[in-house]
């Protein structure tokens, strides 16, 4: 089975701190996402990544960078973290077809 | 402009009654279209992923069906649930590469026993 993990499921953070939230996969895919999902927005992208090193903005990347140093990390970095940026951040992992596979999310808030 | 449109955005049925999700898009060159059902707090996961030549899908109770003309698809959900209660989310890839994806805002699904 394919296994996408995120390094917390709850993060609770205050206005200002660097935040880092890590993403890893098991199946040595080449693409790897950064989404935030809020109520009535559904899934929105951050950045992706489809190899090492190499880094895309998504549709909403301001206040975010990405770092992939390893194949199988992926990590997000909220620079200084806002509360407009409290949010539910998903990691997903896909091969060179189609199918997409998802962490389980941090639900990350920002006081 | 690329858009995916869920109807209806919540339902609440009765256990054992079936239920039909539609999906409405906009999106050109068509890929593939996939749902996922998302738990409260968890991650998405797939059901089911159909391509242009595709026009039903099923896994289990669900039976996607796609419609590449008019541009429609819908999950049916067959004998609910309780464990149903979730969010389904259709996905629409425009093309093969890896950003090209447009989700749609979901439907919110509640089974009452």
């Known amino acids: 089975d394919v296994k996408v993990t995120q390094s917390s499921r709850y993060l609770v953070k205050r206005t200002g701190e660097k935040v880092f939230l890590e993403c890893v996969q098991d199946m040595d895919h080449e693409n790897m996402f950064w989404y935030r999902q809020d109520p009535g927005l559904g899934l929105r992208l951050i950045y992706f990544?489809?190899?090492?090193?190499?880094?895309e903005k998504g549709d909403i990347p301001e206040g975010y960078s990405v770092s992939r140093e390893k194949k199988e990390r992926f990590s997000l970095i909220l620079e200084s973290a806002s509360t407009n940026q409290t949010s539910m951040y998903l990691c997903?992992?896909?091969?060179?077809?189609?199918?997409?596979?998802f962490g389980p999310g941090t639900r990350l808030t920002v006081t | 402009k690329n858009q995916v449109e869920q109807s209806p955005q919540s339902l609440i049925i009765l256990e054992g009654k079936n239920c039909t999700l539609q999906?409405?898009?906009?999106?050109?060159?068509?890929?593939?279209l996939r749902w996922y059902k998302q738990d409260t707090g968890r991650g998405p996961v797939s059901l089911t992923i159909m391509t242009f030549s595709e026009n039903t899908k099923s896994n289990g109770r669900y039976t996607a069906t796609l419609d590449a003309d008019t541009k429609q698809s819908s999950l049916h959900i067959t004998a609910s649930q309780l464990s149903d209660s979730a969010s389904y989310i259709c996905v629409v890839t425009l093309d093969s590469s890896a950003s090209k994806i447009i989700f749609g805002s979901g439907t919110r699904l509640s089974i009452r026993p």
């Open positions: 999906c409405n898009y906009t999106v050109s060159p068509f890929s593939n």
């Open positions: 997903a992992s896909k091969p060179s077809d189609y199918e997409q596979y």
């Open positions: 990544s489809y190899d090492v090193k190499m880094k």
